[in-house]
């Protein structure tokens, strides 16, 4: 019923930065909430930032002041602007979706998941 697919992953420097993008697509009536996750190897996996339908966001202490997030409504996509790269956020990056589909079915989407790596 609603597909997330991301880009925009990849292999960066420390102190680079990356853009992920997230599009949404399918039986979609409404987007209340956005976010991205990540896992690196051998933890588990944490939000990194939220975004509402309203524009409210909320970022993981580790990179606040960092990475910044951002949703275009009308063509259902999020996107996470990742400055100031460290290796410690080298971690495969999933898009989350809360949604509203057309006959008004609440149903929670995710993306396959876009690798992340920070490295010199």
């Known amino acids: 019923q609603v597909q997330l697919v991301e880009s925009g992953g990849g292999l960066v420097q420390p102190g680079g930065s990356l853009r992920l993008s997230c599009a949404a697509s399918?039986?979609?009536?409404?987007?209340?909430?956005m976010g991205w996750y990540r896992q690196a190897p051998g933890k588990q996996r944490e939000l990194v930032a939220t975004?509402?339908?309203?524009?409210?966001?909320n970022f993981a202490d580790s990179v606040k002041g960092r990475f910044t997030i951002s949703r275009d409504n009308a063509k259902n996509t999020v996107y996470l602007q990742m400055n100031s790269l460290k290796p410690e956020d080298t971690a495969v990056y999933s898009c989350?979706?809360?949604?509203?589909?057309?006959?008004?079915?609440?149903?929670?989407?995710w993306g396959q998941g876009t690798q992340v790596t920070v490295s010199s």
């Open positions: 989350n979706a809360q949604v509203v589909t057309f006959v008004r079915r609440r149903v929670t989407a």
């Open positions: 399918g039986s979609i009536f409404s987007i209340n909430v």
């Open positions: 975004i509402t339908s309203g524009g409210s966001t």
